[in-house]
Structure formats: C-alpha cells, structure tokens
C-alpha cells in the first residue's frame, strides 16, 4: 500500500497487541514485572523464525497470565483460518490490549533451540525462550460510549485493486491506522503525507482515500508470495496524542520486533483506556 509511503513507519513486530481483561496479582518477579516461559516445538511445516516467534508470544501470554491477566486472540483471524483450513505462513495469531495491561519492557533472559528427550521415542528440538516482562496494569475502565467501526471495500482483493477504507466514530476523536502484513511487518498508513489531519468527528464518516483524491492504496503482495492476509488496525484517542519514534533505534525505517511492541503499547499507556479504543478488519490480496 502507498507505495510513496514505504519509507515512513515500517516496523517488524512478533507479536502485535494484547487483549487484556483482567488485574494485577502477587505472582511478580519484581514489582510490575513477571517471568514468562515459552517453548514451540520445530515442526517440518514451520521455519525456525516461525516456531522462534511462538515461542516468544508464548512467553509473553504466560508473563501476563502471571499477572493475572486473561489474553484473548483476535476474533477476526481466528475466524478466518477457521473457514480456509489454514494456518498464514509467517502470519501470526495477533493479540491486542482491550483493558487493563501492557507489557512495556522485556528483558530476553533465554532464546535457545534445545533438545529434548523423549520416553521411547527419538529427541525433539524446540525452541525455549523466557523474559522478564514489565506489565503496566491500568486501572482505569473503557469508556462504552466510545467506539469506532472500520471497514474496506472487499474480502478478497487482486494485486493492485484499490483498497478503500470507511471509518466512523461515536465520538470526537483522532485515528491512527496501522497496515498489518503477513510477514510481521507494520505501516502506519494514517495520517500520511496526503492526509496529515487525522480528526474525525462525532458520528462522521472518514474515507481513505477521499472520493475526490488523486492517489490510492493499491493491495500488495509480499515479494515471492501468491497469496496473502493483512490486517488494517485502527486506534482512535479523544487528544491528538502522536505516536513519537524519536529516540528509537531504526536502520533504513525498521526497528526491532520488541522495541515495536513496546514503543506503541509505551504510547497505548500514555493515552489511557478510557481515552482510546480500537477496530481490526482483515482481507486477503491474490494475484
């Protein structure tokens, strides 16, 4: 999508936000901060990148049950690997924050392939990783008057068909809107260079692109893929609050999977729920 805009924003992401429903405990590794383990065998049908980020959202699912947390996957994709017969190859099973927690710090304390033995049977290689973890537990409630609805023109779309979003709101408020790939990688496609203002009023309509503009946002495929599975995720907040980048270490654009998760979940803590609420839609691009 929006090619002229490949430079801004790409982030590489493992895991991509946490449904959180729950609170604080006393099972802490330190204050705020809880010990996660995750192991993900190698199996033939996943490379070793794949099994690796399971692995690591294992562990951060189990630092957050630690905390008392229940995390919940996104109903969208599970319902569409539930109707294809399919798991996406490198498309991950995304959680995202609703209430109550945020990981914003990890420390990698192991990220190893082992062998174990088996009873009877041959050794199995799997991947083991364990983090500390710190978990920002907000206390605030969501606000249930706040709510946003997102959606795009089609299911199913043809390498290079226009992708037409339609956003509204309940309330005042200011969207920023994340493309998702199957690959892990993440664009923040608005606000963009040809629509900065991100204000949508209440019970208003926004349209991306408008009716009347110039320029599109053309579906793409990965290099080397067929076939592919995006995500578009929309935050809206009730203040213009940017997401702020400065400070964090990027090479041609990208930054580091984790310090993506934690830079958005840090801005994601800084809003507050009740200042903010979300919408996921999910397409597929064929050739």
């Not at 995750?38 to 399971?54: F, H, P, S, W, Y």
Request: charged letters at 25%; one cysteine or more.
């Amino acid at each position: 999508m929006l090619p002229h805009l490949q430079t801004k924003f790409v982030i590489y992401i493992s895991m991509f936000f946490i449904l959180i429903f729950s609170v604080l405990s006393d099972h802490a590794f330190g204050k705020d901060q809880y010990k996660g383990t995750g192991i993900a065998d190698l199996l033939e049908n996943m490379t070793r990148e794949q099994v690796r980020k399971k692995a690591f959202e294992r562990a951060m699912n189990n630092a957050l049950a630690k905390a008392g947390i229940e995390v919940t996957s996104v109903d969208g994709l599970s319902r569409m690997e539930r109707e294809e017969g399919e798991m996406f190859e490198n498309f991950i099973q995304f959680t995202f924050t609703r209430t109550n927690g945020l990981i914003t710090e990890i420390d990698t304390l192991i990220d190893e392939i082992q062998s174990v033995d088996i009873p009877g049977g041959k050794p199995i290689l799997q991947h083991r990783v364990e983090i500390n973890a710190k978990i920002l537990i907000e206390k605030e409630e969501a606000d249930p008057e706040f709510q946003i609805n997102m959606a795009v023109n089609e299911d199913i779309f043809r390498e290079g068909d226009p992708v037409h979003i339609q956003l509204n709101s309940t309330k005042d408020c200011y969207v920023t809107i994340f493309n998702l790939y199957s690959n892990d990688s993440l664009l923040i496609i608005f606000p963009n260079s040809e629509m900065e203002d991100n204000f949508i009023g209440e019970n208003d309509t926004l349209r991306i692109p408008p009716k009347d503009a110039f320029w599109d946002l053309p579906a793409g495929l990965l290099p080397g893929h067929d076939t592919s599975v995006e995500a578009l995720v929309a935050i809206a907040t009730k203040k213009r609050i940017p997401i702020q980048l400065e400070g964090i270490a990027m090479r041609n654009g990208l930054i580091s999977q984790n310090d993506a998760l934690l830079t958005i979940n840090r801005w994601r803590g800084k809003i507050g729920i009740s200042d903010r609420t979300e919408a996921w839609c999910f397409y597929r691009i064929i050739k």
